[in-house]
């Protein structure tokens, strides 16, 4: 039932930086799995990094270069993203569960329930 409402898209040259923003409506929002996903033209949605319990994971693709964290008031998601390339260009989108998602399922798309408008990043000189 947690609504999430996206901000933070654009367009950057590469090499830049963008910092997507997932505000949540309940305080609920930091209880459970909080993830990134994305999907460029042609492709399927992706995962790209979700968080549980402080815990971060990332795909092969972003990490070292795309950092997943929360505010202080653990009601906000952030997508902190260095070093963009070409093909980080997609629609990203927020997503969360009430559950504790195990390790396992972390990175399936479909395990959670609640989902961000989604927003437009594009890498392009």
């Known amino acids: 039932q947690v609504q999430l409402v996206q901000s933070g898209g654009g367009s950057v040259q590469p090499g830049g930086s963008l910092r997507l923003s997932c505000a949540a409506s309940?305080?609920?929002?930091?209880?459970?799995?909080m993830g990134w996903f994305r999907q460029a033209p042609g492709k399927e949605r992706e995962f790209v990094a979700a968080?549980?319990?402080?815990?971060?994971y990332y795909a092969d693709s972003v990490k070292g270069r795309f950092t997943i964290s929360r505010d202080n008031a653990r009601s906000t998601l952030f997508l902190q993203m260095n070093s963009l390339k070409f093909e980080d260009t997609a629609v990203y989108y927020c997503?969360?569960?009430?559950?504790?998602?195990?390790?396992?399922?972390?990175?399936?798309?479909?395990?959670?329930?609640?989902w961000g408008q989604g927003t437009q990043v594009t890498v392009s000189l």
């Open positions: 309940e305080r609920t929002f930091s209880s459970g799995t």
């Open positions: 997503a969360q569960s009430d559950r504790g998602i195990i390790v396992g399922l972390i990175r399936n798309q479909g395990q959670y329930e609640n």
């Open positions: 968080m549980r319990w402080n815990v971060q």
